[in-house]
C-alpha cells in the first residue's frame, strides 16, 4: 500500500522547505552544540559497556545508574541528578521534587499562572481524595498572567513572603495559550525571585523543553530542572521514567521521597534498561532537533494553507510544541487522522474524540507510538472546543515527521480515495 499524497500537496511541502533553509540551519547549530555538550559528559565519566549491565532487586551499586546521574548533572550544569526508570512519569517526578523541597507551613508559589492540569491534584487545588501537598498542610498560591505575559513584579511580591520555600515555574505552554518560556525569560523570573527570596527554591518543569536551545534554565539560576524521559532527553529510546537535576539537597529530597527517608537514591534496580537511557540521551539533541524542524515545517504548511499558528514558522523555539488554529471541528478531526495515518504503529486506527479524565470537553488524540504516550514521537491531541487549536509535538525523524504532516494536509484537503 502506497502512501497517497497528490502532487499538489507534495509541491506544498517542497515550497515549505526551501522557504525554511534558515529556521533548519539554526536548528542544525543547535543539536550540534548540545551534541557536543552530552559527548563531552559522556567521555569525562568514561561511559564503558559495565555501564549498561544493570541490576535487579535492591539495585544497590548499580554504576550504570549512578553514573548516569553524575552524566546528567554535568550536561545541566548542576551538582546533582536523579535519572529514575522509578518515576512513572513527568508529573511524578515534579510531584516528588516539590515534596521533597515543601513541608507543613510552608508555601508554593507558581510563577507563571495555573500550572499543568496534572498538577493541580498534586497541588490539591483539585481534591483527588488523599495525599495532596495541601493534606500535608503546605499552602498553594498563584501568580497570575498580565497580559498573557510572566508578571515579574508580581513575582517578586508573591516571593517575598519568607514562608514560600518553593517557586514553580513550567517553561512549555503546556494547553495553555500563553507564549512558551525561552532559558533568557527564566533567568530573568529567577534573578527577581532570588532578590526577592533568596531562600525559596526555584523549580523549572522542563517538559518538552530540552535541548531545544543551548542553555538549559539551570545554567541560568533555577535550582531544579524536572522532566520525563519518554519525551525528549530520553530521546525516543528510554522506555519510561523521570529526571531531576539540581542543587544536592534539594535532589535528595527529593530522592527520599521517589523511595523512602533513609534509603533515597541508592535503591532502584534499573532492571537491564541502562543501555537504552544512555543510548536515548545520546541521541536526545539530534530528535529533539527532528520534533522542532517537523514542527517548524508543520506551521509552514499550515501558514501556506492560511491557518494561523502559534509560534509562527519564522519565530526562534523554546519547545517542541506546535499549535495550529483549525477554526472548526472537522478540520481538527481531519488533521488528528491524517497524522495517525502517518504513524509506524496504529497507522490504520482512526482516532476519535473522547471524555478523557481530568478535561471539561473530550479530547482527540493522535499517536502511534513505540513507547505507549511517548510525544517524542509524532502526536497530535485537541481539546474539541473553540478556537479548535490542534497540539502537535515529536517526530523521531523529520522525514517521517514531514510525511505525517503532509498526509495530515492530504486528509484535510480531502483529495484522498
Ligand atoms: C508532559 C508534561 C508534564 C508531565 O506530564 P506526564 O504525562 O505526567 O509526563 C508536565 N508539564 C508539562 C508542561 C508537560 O508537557
Redesign the pocket.
Known sequence: MALHISKQVRQLGEQAQTELREQFARIDAIAQENTQRVLEAFQDHRVADAYFAGTTGYGYDDLGRDKLDEIYAQIFGTEAALVRIQF?????A?ASALYGCLKAGDVLVSAVGA??D??LGVIGVVDKGHGSLKDYGIEYRQVELLDNKPDLEGMAKAAADPRVKAVLI?????YSTRASLSVAEIGEMCKVIKAANPNAAILV?N??GEFVETLEPTHVGADLVVG?L??NPGGGLAPTG?YIAGRKDLVEGAAMRLTVPGIGAECGSTLGNNRLLYQGLFLAPHTVAQAVKTAVFAARVMELLGYETEPHSSQVRHDIIQMIHMREPEALKKFCKGIQFGAPVDSYVTPEPWDMPGYDCPVIMAAGAFIQ?A?IELSADAPMREPYTVYLQGGLTFESGRLGVLLAVEELLGEHE
Not at 512513572?88 to 511524578?92: A, D, F, L, M, Q
Not at 513550567?170 to 503546556?174: L, V
Request: charged residues 15%; aromatic residues 8%; glycine residues 16%.
Open positions: 512513572v512519569n513527568g508529573t511524578h515534579i500550572p499543568y496534572t498538577m513550567q517553561r512549555s505552554k503546556g518543569d517538559c518538552y520525563s519518554i519525551k523521570g504516550g510525544s
